[in-house]
């Protein structure tokens, strides 16, 4: 890659940062379109966000996708919101235009095109979701903008899991929505009924851990989606996969978002196998 004065910066700025493989996956994309880009990450303290995000205008940088823990504290400093971020609360990417920073979320769409990467379609699906944080937030409303027919929501905050229900019912009301707490005794037969099961709680991302669901609700039939994908087989994965479930972690939502972002950065089609090439070789 030559970097030149012309060579128009991307990123990601996020706390901590130095796991992510968002550079190794952009930065493969624009090599092999030609583009003049690069992707760096920027370790970006709380305390520090507004300087950085008011830097990025300053530096006149393309645009930066945005990570753990600043997602919903960077809308205050950015002038335009895409209706999904405003609905999630939530910017997962911004891109500079005309010198106005704008915000999207591309969790959701990246979900669902991963979804449906693997022939997996969510219309009329009965499906299991876990967590209620920002991930499960954008999950959730592309599941049902997608056609889902029941989602039952379970989230150790249960507060946390009937808000994002009600946000269901609100924008797609022919969606069946109920919530529970992770500690419901009907948990496990919502799981066993459930044709999808996702996780969306950070349960997993320490080796070992794994969310309440009895082993004997998985089965043959079934997708578990865990959105970790380090490690690459929770024990969640593992444990579905023994029971007879299909398995999928998170790498392919993380590849699908990322094609969108490149996408809003440089209005061309990302080439979505070389992304996934370079943070899976
Ligand atoms: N593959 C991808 O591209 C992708 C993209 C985004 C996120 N993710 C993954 O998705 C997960 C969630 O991310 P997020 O951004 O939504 O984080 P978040 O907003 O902080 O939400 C965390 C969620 O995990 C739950 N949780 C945390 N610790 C828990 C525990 N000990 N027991 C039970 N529940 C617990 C929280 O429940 P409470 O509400 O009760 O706190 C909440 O539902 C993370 O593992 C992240 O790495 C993957």
């Not at 952009?26 to 966000?49: C, I, M, R, T, W």
């Not at 940088?61 to 939530?90: C, F, M, Q, W």
């Not at 994002?164 to 948990?187: G, Y």
Request: hydrophobic share 45%; aromatic share 4%.
């Amino acid at each position: 890659m030559k970097i030149t004065s012309q060579t128009k910066i991307v990123g990601i700025l996020g706390y901590p940062i130095q796991h992510t493989l968002s550079p190794q996956m952009h930065n493969a994309a624009f090599a092999q379109l030609g583009l003049d880009y690069v992707y760096l990450s920027f370790e970006v303290k709380p305390d520090k966000l507004g300087a950085a995000v008011r830097g990025l205008k300053a530096l006149n940088i393309t645009g930066v996708n945005v990570t753990v823990p600043h997602k919903e504290r960077v809308l205050e400093y950015l002038d335009e919101l895409s209706e999904e971020a405003k609905r999630l609360g939530a910017v997962n990417t911004i891109k500079l235009k005309s010198g106005r920073l704008c915000g999207y979320n591309t969790d959701g769409e990246g979900f669902i095109a991963s979804l449906r990467a693997e022939a997996t379609d969510p219309v009329g699906k009965k499906i299991l979701l876990l967590g209620a944080g920002g991930a499960a937030r954008a999950v959730a409303v592309g599941l049902a903008n997608q056609g889902a027919g029941k989602i039952s929501i379970a989230n150790r905050t249960k507060e946390r899991a009937e808000a994002l229900v009600n946000m269901l019912k609100h924008i797609a009301p022919q969606v069946e929505a109920t919530s529970l707490s992770l500690d419901d005794n009907r948990l496990d037969k919502c799981a066993a009924e459930a044709q999808l099961i996702i996780n969306a709680t950070s349960v997993g991302l320490k080796s070992g851990a794994r969310p309440p669901i009895a082993i004997n609700s998985f089965h043959v039939g079934q997708l578990v989606y865990d959105l970790i994908y380090n490690p690459a087989k929770t024990k969640l994965l593992a444990e579905a996969e023994a029971g007879g479930a299909k398995i999928l972690n998170g790498l392919g939502m993380l590849v699908y978002q990322g094609a969108l972002s490149f996408e809003i950065w440089t209005g061309q089609q990302a080439p979505v196998e070389v992304m996934r090439d370079a943070i899976t070789t």
